[in-house]
């Protein structure tokens, strides 16, 4: 079956450490997105990917880092620099011209 | 700057009719996008407008009206299954390569009650 997986579904992390999250898609997409999503909000864009080896600063990036070496794979790593960490984090990709964002089933993050 | 409104609850009973309306203000608009949230889960695409008018799905319809720069999904028969957030998303930016980047509202949180 196609689809996007997210792993860990949760996860814990001492303040001050760097977590890289994995997004793996076999659905073929070019572009792929990080969300994040705080309790009673929206999702708000992190980075997004149009191609392998280019991706682009989403409205709140800052504190993250991310990369896309392969079609398939788009890690994010939240690093220390991001003062208010914890939250929902989610994977999206979509095919070119096409309508509909695909989610994978996201990543809890708790920085205690 | 960009701005999506819509309701942060709405509470109905089975069987009847619920409309959840968005109003937005974008610097481009390129089509609204509705998503449906269980707690907990991924969000999951119902519907997408990019011209005016009615488009249905099943149980569920979107609306749009570019010129008042509104929307709203029209959910009938609910069922307790439809309790879930619901967001509204506008395509207001070109990425390149053939994807647009969609700015999401807060969502909507759908109560069915028995």
């Known amino acids: 079956d196609g689809g996007i997986t997210q792993s860990p579904k949760y996860l814990f992390r001492k303040e001050g450490q760097n977590v ?20 009673g909000q929206g999702l708000r864009l992190i980075y997004y990917s149009q191609i392998v080896n280019d991706f682009q600063k989403g409205d709140i990036a800052e504190g993250y880092s991310v990369s896309r070496e392969k079609k398939e794979s788009f890690p994010l790593t ?10 929902f984090y989610l994977c999206a990709s979509t095919g ?10 996201g990543t809890r993050l708790t920085v205690l | 700057g960009q701005s ?15 409309q959840i309306n968005c109003t937005y203000q974008t610097s481009g608009f390129y089509g609204l996008s509705w998503y449906q949230q269980h707690d907990g ?9 990019a011209l005016d008018g009615l488009e249905e799905t099943g149980r569920f319809s ?8 509104y ?16 967001f509204c998303a506008v395509r207001d930016r070109w990425g390149g390569g053939g994807s647009y ?14």
């Open chain 2, 4 to 18: 999506l409104e819509q309701p942060s609850e709405v509470t109905a009973v089975e069987g009847a009719i619920v």
């Open chain 1, 20 to 39: 890289t999250l994995s997004c793996e898609q076999n659905l073929n997409h070019d572009a792929m997105y990080w969300y994040r999503q705080d309790p």
């Open chain 2, 71 to 86: 929307g709203y999904l029209l959910l009938q028969e609910l069922q307790m299954k439809d309790s879930a957030s619901y």
């Open chain 1, 78 to 87: 939240v690093t220390s620099a991001q003062k208010n960490p914890t939250a």
């Open chain 2, 41 to 49: 889960g991924a969000p999951t695409f119902l519907s997408y407008n």
């Open chain 1, 96 to 105: 070119s011209m096409e309508n509909e964002q695909f989610f994978g089933p």
């Open chain 2, 62 to 69: 979107s609306f749009l009206s570019r010129s008042d720069s």
């Open chain 2, 101 to 114: 980047i969609p700015t999401f509202g807060r969502g909507t949180s759908l109560i069915v009650h028995p």
